[in-house]
């Protein structure tokens, strides 16, 4: 039997801070798009007195300020999908909302709710660790920012405070990008690996970052320090992504095995790489 | 707890339901206390599609949204799809096409295309629909006549 809840929908952000920081904590769950927590309330191990939907909370919004792109928390994948402009500045991303789901889930899923939630085999937290993307909080002490890889703490954990709710994502800056990921079934199973690579125009280095493993998405830190050039060489770039696939925790589960595992990181990273470079040579 | 009152319009027709509550999923308002049988109960995952509704006119997966949540939202369920020429072009184009097996997925993949073509527009190509509809599973496996009904839309309204 599913959980009974009563179901609170603050009018404000102000309303909805204060709401967070009455009760015991776990008393209460914060409901965005609600795709994959209406899934958890089914289970009788969650069981939280009140709900908090964000629904009225003016957060539905997508911003360009010069090059910066700031994504309101409880807008849904899909109006993300559908803006021209992400698509052009940020293919990646768009190849990794794409990958959420199909598009009735994606009219209400939400970038706010993914990151929250913190699945580790979530496909948009990669892409968001490759284009160095901000979390803005907004908490009872006020507003502060995080970097997305020190949000993420673990599996389902990420560094968010008890009071505190996600506002915005903030893209610095537009980058060549792309998302890969390889599954049993493509349209209906979670990535047994996924990668994520772009490359900043302004420091001229690449980020590479890996899903779908637990316990969080994670940057690859030793593979990226090996790719120099903008267009890396065979064996650049097979030595990069042969250190990647030796240096992750990498476990075998039902989805996959380790040595399966290892093999895609490898060709996944060096297709996403050759992909990106591909795509700033052509002018994009 | 005392839930307040749930409005909707359901396929054209207010109405208004006491008692339902903060915890009920959409699709078991529709259901059981709407007696709309046609939205059918797949996964409760998100994972099947069978349970697509048109919320506002946009696809909706109804097991994974609160009833409450959509409070004020206009529906449109597999009964009241035809009232409209979007929703009849498509169950016409399904009919045609024999695009079904047990018929469980159907209810779902014909109010995913229409809220698609609602999106998109008649112009959209049949890539670009069959690719949309990737989030809908037919375990007959009766893709084919699916997609021919698909290809079968006409180009521009109807």
Redesign the interface.
Known sequence: MPASFTLVTPPSVEAAVAELATGAPGDVLVLAGGTDLLFDLDSPRVAPKRVLSLRRLPWRTLDWNGPVLTVGSTLPLRALEEDREVADRHPGLLQAVRAVGGVPLRHRATLGGNLGRAAPASDLLPVLLALDAEVDLVGPNGARSLPVDRFLVGSRRTAIGPAELIRSVRFPEPRPSAYLWQRVRPEHDISQIAVAVARSPSDGRWRLAVGGIPPRAARLPEAEARLSSQAPGDAELRAAAELAAQKLPIAADRRASEEYRRHLVATLLERAVRTVSASANGGR | ?T?SPLTLTVNGRGRALDGV???E?LLDTIRWRLGLKGTKEGC????C?AC?VLVDG????S????A??VDGASLTTIEGVADDPVGRTVTEAFARAGALQCGYCTPGFVL?LV??LK?RGWAASTDELLQ??????CRCTGYLAIARAVAALPREAP
């Open positions: 707890m839930p509550p903060d915890s999923r409760r995952s998100g994972e599609g697509t946009v696809s909706t997966l097991c994974l949204t609160l409450h949540e995913a809220g698609l999106e949309d509809l990737s989030g809908n599973l």
